[in-house]
Structure formats: structure tokens, C-alpha cells
């Protein structure tokens, strides 16, 4: 097992307080904000991390390069969050999981996490990263967190879309009057994993046996079986 220094409660407590700059000033992230609208209402984005949304940004031809991945109720003033529309994006949790640890520790990244505690996070276990990315609420927590809002007028995005259904976005958008030019979907930061009847298809099977992709996978479905229940996505059983 690799031992790494935890990330204290302080830390936790100070990266959710910087994130309510947005919501006392009333502003929007420009990495969330649109160019349409539909009757007078704004529409903007939510990036709900490794599930489509940099290809949702890009869809709606979102040009700013920075993103963030905070919770709509640290972001957005109830007023902003109940007139405008919002639309997000959420993943089988299983997939979500393995494109998270693709991401961090199997890919060329090198960003805060390895400046934080350094390149041994690359050679974590999915399970041992499973246990080390649960102290980062912001990067794969419960997908509620970024779908819903506690609001008993809007406690939901407006339009949650499945990653998975991603050829229909475009066609799902324009039924609720969203018309976007592009009529194909750009495929951005994509990680080739899918959950089908017959069992979770991904990178895993290069790094572990079935059983253990068994294990992790019953892991995810306890940590996030809201997310299967609430958003239809089949359980193991």
C-alpha cells in the first residue's frame, strides 16, 4: 500500500471558502457562461468532472480555456439559479471512476495533485486511489452535487444530460429550445470506457484481473449508489 500525506479538513474548508467569490459577487464563471438564451432566460453550463464536460463547452462554443468544477450552491445565487437555465452532464459512476483514475495516475498529468503530494499518486492502485481521491469532494463526489441545488423552486439543473448519450445532445438541446449551430458532438478529453450487460469494459482489464475489477466496481456502486438510482444506470446486483 503507498502512504501519501492526507489533505487536513483545513484545506478542505479553505478550497470550498475561496469558491464562494462567485455567489457573493453575483457573477458567473466565464467558463459556464453561453451565448444562448430562451425567453430572456440565460443558459449556462454546470462541469460536473470526467463526464463530458469539456465536450459540452465545447458544443456550445464556450471559448474560455479555464474551467471549474465547483457546486452550483457555492456558485450561483438562489436569484441567478432560478432565473436562467442550466444544463449538466453526468456518467455511469463505474466509467466516471475510471476516467478520473486514467486521468490522474495513468496519464501524463501533472497538475496539482502531483504538485501536492508528489509523483508517488502515479503509482496508485485504482482502489488505493479510490480511498486517496475520496478527500477531494470537488474532483469525484456524489454527481448530486453538481445537478442539484437547494432550492425548493429549482432544485435541479434544468437539463441533465447523460454522457452516454451523447450523439442525441444536440437533438435532446433543441426539443427544449436550446438550437445550437454545431450538429455533431466534439469528442474532447475522451477516455474509452463503457459499463454494458455483460460487464465494465475499460483500461482496467489491462491492469487488473476480473475479480478485481469486480471489487472496485461493487467499491463504486457502494460509495455512489445514489448516483446509479437517481440517474438510471443498472447496478451489479
Not at 30 to 43: A, F, K, Y
Not at 44 to 71: E, I
Not at 104 to 124: C, E, F, N, T, W
Request: charged letters at 20%; a positive charge.
Amino acid at each position: 500500500m503507498h502512504s501519501y500525506a492526507r489533505r487536513s479538513s483545513l484545506e478542505t474548508q479553505l478550497y470550498f471558502a475561496s469558491k464562494f467569490y462567485w455567489r457573493l459577487t453575483g457573477r458567473v464563471h466565464p467558463s459556464l457562461i453561453t451565448e444562448q438564451s430562451v425567453g430572456g432566460q440565460r443558459v449556462y453550463l454546470v462541469h460536473n468532472p470526467k463526464c463530458g464536460g469539456s465536450t459540452l463547452k465545447a458544443l456550445f462554443a464556450v471559448s474560455a480555456k479555464k474551467t471549474t468544477h465547483t457546486f452550483p450552491r457555492l456558485m450561483f445565487r438562489n436569484s441567478v439559479w432560478c432565473d436562467n437555465l442550466f444544463v449538466v452532464s453526468v456518467r455511469n459512476p463505474f466509467d466516471r471512476f475510471v476516467s478520473s483514475y486514467m486521468y490522474h495516475v495513468k496519464s501524463r498529468y501533472g497538475g496539482a495533485l502531483v504538485k501536492r503530494y508528489g509523483p508517488s499518486i502515479k503509482d496508485l492502485s485504482p482502489m488505493e486511489y479510490l480511498n486517496f481521491i475520496s478527500q477531494f469532494p470537488e474532483k469525484l463526489s456524489a454527481q448530486t452535487n453538481w445537478t442539484d441545488y437547494p432550492s425548493r423552486e429549482k432544485p435541479s439543473c434544468d437539463e441533465i444530460l447523460r454522457l452516454e448519450d451523447s450523439n442525441t445532445w444536440v437533438q435532446t438541446l433543441a426539443r427544449h429550445s436550446i438550437l445550437l449551430s454545431a450538429q455533431e458532438v466534439p469528442k474532447r478529453n475522451a477516455t474509452p470506457t463503457q459499463s454494458t450487460t455483460h460487464g465494465p469494459q475499460t483500461p482496467l482489464a489491462e491492469l487488473l484481473s476480473p475479480d478485481e475489477i469486480t471489487a472496485v466496481r461493487r467499491r463504486i456502486e457502494d460509495m455512489f449508489r445514489q448516483d446509479y438510482l437517481r440517474f438510471g444506470y443498472p447496478l451489479m446486483g
